[in-house]
């Protein structure tokens, strides 16, 4: 890479701000060379899994920065490797060996909103936390939310068409994002930019960027539809006897809340335990008792009045019918606050409690207990499970609402031996059940290779297709989701 410093200094409008890099000959360009330490956040993930050594990290300014950057870089055939906030959770945003980091941390405006429509305009890398605070101020809020939304990118989001706490009632962002302006693989700038809400003028092309991880382009800014901030939050937090209550459950909440219903998460006692004993703050439980499972339900809406008698005729009938073992309802927005930390807590809880092993799968709800039970049992059997064994727990959470169990396995150590226990094992499962291995998260670098399991030979071609047509060089984040394709690095 150091041949190129002065060259991609020269790029950047402020290179000493905008070049991070370990290699000498930054100096000559008027970039002080950092500590490799410095590039360190960089080069590992969220969950400390997949490590890069890039030397060079380039945090561009400017959309035509941006492009300048991917242009040089496909002209000397240098590989890329798009980061965002680095909270992915497949290894998809660091280095695989040397590639260059292109992070969006710079390209961070607010474009425009529209407070009539609700159309917010975005650079790529805008924290969603600060967008959704911004929008808040007209009435409006983000369309997805999630744990790591203090720092995920837009950009990113939109990177790993990321699912979130509020899916069930918001949908999929291939539905809430109008247009997207993105840097091509040979430096073109793909100007979608609209803010329409209708356009059947041929393909839709923004859909293609949406969930492909960096792979066929670096998106630069987002166009995106904010829904109206319900006035009025409700959220109660259900202990269950069984994952069968939860299933008896789901339709009840649904045909009594029905529209103002925005959240139905689970969680089961694995994660309780979990949180109380590692989050990073203290998290009470709730309940005197321990429960084999936990229902966390929200109500967003615009009339208090309405959603409570909602929700009183709901509690009613459930106590009633016996459907529920124990409940808590929020009085406050500290309780509402206290009862999300429950779920929201658990994918940091497992990442401070060991090496974490994360599988997020898509499957028919009857179904999402039964692999995290199959998974105990069969480790049990084998005496690999409990404290001082190959793995410490296994927990299950995720969203009711969508089909999507989070399944994860909390380790010593990554080791081969313990990935070997894992896998193929789960994704031949998912795959007997029809499922995806990647609900949300999106393949990256974890399951690249392991894409057939869920999709069919001529799908995955049909990409591949696509793959080599935008990006023949293939300089874009290689060794993700572009299975298959030999990865060509700064030394090709
Ligand atoms: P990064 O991690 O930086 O990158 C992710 C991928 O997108 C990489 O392949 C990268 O190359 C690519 N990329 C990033 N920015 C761009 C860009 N501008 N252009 C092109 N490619 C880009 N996910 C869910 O779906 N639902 C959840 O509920 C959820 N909760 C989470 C909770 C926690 C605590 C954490 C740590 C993660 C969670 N995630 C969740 C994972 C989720 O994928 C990310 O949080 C988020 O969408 C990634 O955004 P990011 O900016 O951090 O992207
Ligand atoms: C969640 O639902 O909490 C996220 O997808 C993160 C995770 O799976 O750990
Ligand atoms: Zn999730």
Redesign the pocket.
């Known amino acids: 890479t150091a041949e190129h410093i002065p060259e991609l200094a020269a790029l950047l409008a402020t290179p000493a701000t905008s070049l991070l890099t370990t290699l000498a000959p930054a100096r000559e360009c008027g970039v002080t060379p950092v500590d490799a330490a410095e590039l360190v956040a960089y080069n590992h993930?969220?969950m400390n899994k997949y490590r890069g050594r890039s030397a060079c990290v380039v945090k561009p300014k400017s959309t035509a920065e941006v492009a300048a950057v991917v242009k040089y870089c496909a002209q000397q055939r240098i590989a890329v490797?798009?980061?965002?906030?680095?909270?992915?959770?497949?290894g998809?945003?660091v280095p695989v060996y040397d590639e260059v980091v292109i992070s969006?941390a710079n390209l961070n405006k607010i474009r425009s909103f529209d407070a009539i429509s609700g159309t917010l305009v975005a650079d790529?890398?805008c924290i969603l936390e600060v967008l959704d605070n911004h929008v808040a101020e007209k009435g409006y809020m983000m369309p997805l939310d999630?744990?790591?939304k203090g720092?995920?990118?837009i950009?990113?989001?939109?990177?790993?068409?990321?699912?979130?706490?509020r899916f069930l009632r918001y949908g999929s962002l291939h539905g809430n994002v109008l247009g997207l302006e993105?840097v091509l693989p040979d430096g073109r700038v793909l100007d979608g930019l609209s803010t329409l809400r209708k356009d059947n003028t041929g393909f839709d092309l923004k859909q293609l960027?949406i969930g492909?991880?960096?792979?066929i382009?670096?998106?630069?800014g987002v166009s995106i539809i904010t829904p109206r901030r319900p006035s009025a939050f409700n959220v109660a937090v259900f202990g269950l006897p069984s994952f069968e209550a939860i299933q008896t459950l789901f339709p009840r909440v649904k045909a009594h809340l029905g529209e103002v219903l925005s959240a139905f998460e689970f969680f089961d006692a694995a994660s309780m335990t979990l949180v109380q004993g590692h989050a990073s703050q203290q998290v009470r439980d709730p309940f005197e008792a321990k429960h084999p499972f936990y229902v966390l339900i929200e109500t967003g809406g615009s009339n208090k009045e309405h959603d409570d008698a909602k929700l009183s005729s709901l509690l009613e009938d459930l106590m009633e019918n016996s459907l529920i073992s124990d409940g808590v309802l929020a009085e406050n927005e500290t309780q509402i606050a206290g009862l999300w930390t429950l779920r929201?807590a658990i994918?940091?809880a497992a990442n401070r409690a060991g090496a974490v092993y994360k599988y997020?799968l898509s499957m028919p709800v009857d179904k999402m207990n039964e692999l995290v039970e199959v998974l105990r049992a069969r480790f049990e059997e084998k005496g690999l499970l409990g404290e001082g064994k190959m793995f410490s727990t296994v927990v299950g959470y995720g969203?009711i609402g969508d089909g999507n169990v989070h399944i994860n396995v909390v380790a010593d150590k990554f080791t081969p031996e313990a990935e070997a226990q894992l896998e193929p094992f789960i994704y031949e499962w998912v795959s007997e059940v029809s499922g995806s291995i990647s609900a949300?998260?999106?393949l990256?670098r974890m399951k690249g290779e392991k894409i057939g399991y869920s999709k069919s030979d001529v799908s995955v071609e049909l990409m591949q297709s696509i793959k080599k047509m935008l990006d023949p060089h293939r300089i874009m984040?290689p060794g993700?989701?572009s299975w298959r394709l030999p990865v060509c690095l700064l030394a090709c």
């Open positions: 993930d969220w490797v798009p980061q965002g906030g680095n909270t992915g959770l497949v998809g945003g969006l790529a890398g999630l744990g790591a720092s995920c990118h950009g990113g989001n939109v990177a790993t068409n990321a699912g979130g706490l993105v960027f492909s991880e960096g792979t382009g670096l998106i630069t929201e994918p940091e997020d969203h949300e998260h999106g990256g984040n993700k989701v």
